[in-house]
């Protein structure tokens, strides 16, 4: 990707590195960790990306069905409100944001939806997370994932 701005840099994913699913979801995480956000929406958690920039958006987007993650595009966002598709990003692509990795893991292992300005407390218990996070292998009913 180009240096500054995003927008009228006109970034897009190139496509080595799009055929290449280490790199894609590697991308994808990086991605999300910088531009995006898990938080919470209501009653229900939100993993989003938002951008301005139409194409790096779409790309984004594509990803995301295609690792079955992300289903919905609103403005300048893209992602999922389906805590199910949430709990497939995080086995399948991971991240490295300690901040959304403290809502993810509140919110699977103690039922708590933590705000950001919560977060903070709980720093202290996940400094030793080995980064990029995921969840492990998913074997309860979600699915195994596939590159095709």
């Known amino acids: 990707m180009p240096y500054g701005n995003k927008i009228t840099g006109k970034a897009k994913i190139p496509k080595r590195i799009l055929n290449n699913k280490k790199l894609t979801i590697a991308c994808l ?8 956000s ?8 939100c993993l989003v990306f938002n951008s301005n920039n139409e194409i790096l958006r779409e790309q984004v987007f594509m990803l995301g069905k295609r690792l079955k993650v992300f289903n919905h595009r609103y403005m300048d966002e893209v992602g ?3 805590w199910k598709r949430i709990v497939r990003y995080f086995n399948t692509v991971g ?26 407390n709980y720093y202290k218990a996940y400094n030793n997370t080995i980064l990029p996070f995921k969840t492990g292998r998913w074997s309860s009913g979600y699915g195994q ?3 095709s």
């Open 95 to 120: 991240s490295s944001n300690i901040s959304n990795i403290i809502r993810f893991s509140e919110k699977y292992h103690n039922e708590i939806y933590l705000y950001k300005k919560d977060v903070l």
């Open 145 to 147: 994932f596939s590159w």
């Open 80 to 82: 999922t409100n389906s």
């Open 29 to 36: 995480r990086g991605l999300v960790d910088t531009d995006g």
């Open 38 to 45: 898990l938080s919470k929406r209501g009653n229900q958690m």
